[in-house]
């Protein structure tokens, strides 16, 4: 069901940042807004922490939630700008990529987990956009002897360019949801537009709702990824889909040596010139070293009740689309 204009609704229900709150109510999509900020308890006050990794860095479960949190806070406001000077602009084209690999029809229902800033929810809608214009160019070139009127009364009548497709964005960070509306105001996106406040590990929406779980570059940032991954099986429908762009473990030895050298030597340094933070980008750098490997990552996307999953490798493997079914 595609929403006549752009609303925001805040949910927050789950382990916080990831396993660092607990205000979670009744299972469904809540829709109060906090006026202050979240409420936090430590969980390392009832049970002892488990230990973790926040890159290189062992830190306990608790704590590596809070870093997480304050990395995306702390790169919202130039989080597209260092993407763009990162990857020189390729991210462009992996998301789009992304897109045409989904391929989603008119009334697709998406969840889009980690997307704040919007990039895949925009993308999803100007594709649904874009296909109805299609459609609705070969109707009138089969009805060429319309007249004007008729043509402008055919536009006119169309309630839902989308054709009740819809995309919920959901982020654990209000400041990512807060660039990503901005975003949407102007670029023009008004319609099929959901913003929510949650945690991939605790989802704030019932079972068997969505066609398509996207998640772009984010599920690294996860503690307990195949809990995410379990939270995506069960929110989808019999038959969805879940589809993953995440940065890869690179084979070849020339370009993983390089990727590194630029990794660790560059990006850090991009950071702290343009956006004022070293230590957020050299963690963003260790966190994909950290990331499981292909193989590794496939059998824990099956382990959680996906079929036919797929791997398919992107500029030199350097970063990496992962998809299954919920049959």
């Given amino acids: 069901m595609a929403a006549p204009r ?4 805040w949910s927050y ?8 709150v607990r205000t979670c109510g009744p299972r469904g999509l809540h829709s109060s807004l906090p006026a202050g900020s979240l409420g936090v308890r430590f969980l390392s006050q009832e049970k002892h922490a488990t230990q973790t ?18 990395v995306f806070e702390s790169v919202a406001k130039k989080y597209d700008v260092m993407n763009d000077m990162m990857s020189l602009g390729i991210h462009r084209v992996w998301k789009d990529m992304l897109l045409w690999k989904m391929n989603p029809l008119p009334g697709t229902q998406l969840l889009d987990v980690a997307g704040g800033t919007g990039d895949i929810a925009f993308r999803f809608l100007n594709y649904i956009q874009a296909q109805h214009q299609r459609k609705q160019k070969r109707q009138l070139r089969a009805q060429q002897n319309l007249s004007w009127d008729e043509i402008a009364k055919k536009y006119q009548d169309e309630e839902d360019p989308l054709g009740g497709s819809h995309v919920m964005i959901c982020d654990i960070n209000r400041e990512m949801l807060k660039v990503g509306q901005k975003k949407a105001s102007d670029q023009g996106h008004k319609a099929g537009l959901t913003w929510v406040l949650g945690d991939a590990e605790e989802l704030p929406f019932d079972d068997h709702k969505f066609d398509i779980y996207t998640i772009a570059f984010g599920i690294r940032n996860v503690i307990h990824i195949d809990q995410a991954l379990q939270e995506a099986h069960r929110v989808l429908k019999p038959g ?3 589809l ?15 990727y590194d050298l630029y990794s660790f030597q560059v990006i850090p340094v991009l950071g702290e010139v ?3 933070d070293w230590k957020s980008y050299q963690y963003l750098v260790e966190s994909i070293r950290k990331f499981p490997s292909q193989e590794e990552f496939k059998e824990m996307i099956e382990d959680a009740g996906f079929q036919k999953v797929t791997y398919e490798s992107l500029t030199s493997g350097i970063v990496a689309i992962h998809s299954g079914f919920k049959l």
Avoid: D, M
Wanted: proline share 2%; with cysteine.
């Fill in 13 to 20: 229900c789950g382990r916080g940042w990831s396993r660092l």
């Fill in 244 to 258: 993953c762009l995440e940065f890869s473990r690179v084979n070849n030895p020339l370009i993983s040596r390089l």
């Fill in 274 to 276: 343009i956006a004022g």
């Fill in 6 to 9: 752009s609303y925001v609704l």
């Fill in 240 to 242: 969805g889909r879940f």
């Fill in 53 to 70: 990794h926040f890159g290189f860095e062992t830190v306990s479960e608790e704590e590596k939630g809070g870093k997480v949190y304050q």
